[in-house]
């Protein structure tokens, strides 16, 4: 079982739409979480972390994490094309390392 | 705040020669950088932990003799690739962490170095 999971997808949704992206962990332990989104080419970047169980919201994006159930998601709302990336879900457990997920490729179509 | 440069940003080598790349964390300071690799189509592979003035931890099947790291300041890491091959070609990207905010582990990214190995 890989320590953190994702759905490769690709998610296809259409503009204007939520798209929901969600992961899964295996370690208990692990404490904080990220969203990263990474354009074909380019290097990830951060866009949302999140601590304590409940959602966070920053503009059109929100994270919501759930220790108990070892589930953290993301949320675009009012989806764009330019939304179209693939989005790395990671966790951290403890000293210095990230796990990261294998992430999920996202389309909006317009 | 929490800009990573990497230089280059693309190199293009000869078959058995060693290419450095740079990292520098531009306002901050991180004891800790990272070294990711990642072939087209795939996820980031962590290469190694990078620890400002001691020697860096590699992870499992990474070799340290051939992927050389110094963190000679809390600014700068490099990753130099000995004797490259073209097995070697990928993206190599750089994270950095922020050692004032210690409560927190988010990892910056650098803009991720492509190199090719004729």
């Known amino acids: 079982q890989k320590e953190v999971e994702q759905n490769s997808g690709p998610l296809s949704v259409p503009e204007g739409a939520i798209a929901s992206l969600n992961c899964t962990y295996s370690d208990r332990g692990s404490q904080s979480f990220f969203w990263y989104r990474q354009y074909s080419g380019k290097s990830p970047e951060l866009i949302m972390s999140i601590y304590s169980n409940g959602d966070k919201e920053d503009g059109r994006f929100t994270a919501q994490l759930n220790k108990a159930s070892q589930y953290v998601s993301l949320l675009i709302r009012d989806s764009q094309p330019s939304d179209s990336a693939t989005y790395l879900c990671?966790?951290?457990?403890?000293?210095?390392?990230?796990?990261f997920g294998a992430g999920t490729i996202l389309r909006v179509k317009s | 705040g929490a800009v990573v440069s990497q230089h280059p940003s693309w190199v293009i080598c000869k078959s058995g020669t060693s290419v450095k790349i740079e990292c520098r964390s531009l306002d901050f300071q991180a004891t800790t950088m990272f070294w990711y690799r990642q072939f087209p189509k795939q996820s980031l592979m962590l290469m190694a932990t990078?620890?400002?003035?001691?020697?860096?931890?590699?992870e499992q099947g990474v070799e340290k003799d051939k992927f050389l790291i110094n963190h000679a300041s809390l600014t700068l890491s490099t990753l130099t690739v000995t004797s490259a091959h073209p097995e070697d070609s990928s993206f190599y990207i750089c994270s950095a962490r922020d050692s004032r905010v210690s409560s927190y582990n988010e990892q910056f990214f650098g803009p991720g170095t492509r190199l090719t190995v004729l």
């Open positions: 990671a966790s951290h457990r403890g000293g210095n390392k990230l796990v």
């Open positions: 990078s620890n400002e003035g001691s020697k860096a931890t590699y």
